[in-house]
């Protein structure tokens, strides 16, 4: 599931979402990566919200 995918990244050192879907997806076509960041970002503000991730600028971080 991808919120496990996004936790896993973070846990695995990609902080940023250019980071992130560049793990996620690392075959992605170019013209597809701006939506594919979008995703990420729908998933990172959710995490947030649960306080399970922190963003500091545009670095993301799990809450330990």
Known sequence: DRERQVLEALDGGAATIPAIVARLYPDLQPALVAMAG???????????????????????????
């Open 38 to 64: 979008e995703s990420v970002l729908a998933h990172l503000v959710m995490l947030e919200g649960e306080a399970r991730v922190t963003r500091d600028g545009a670095a993301w971080r799990l809450t330990r």
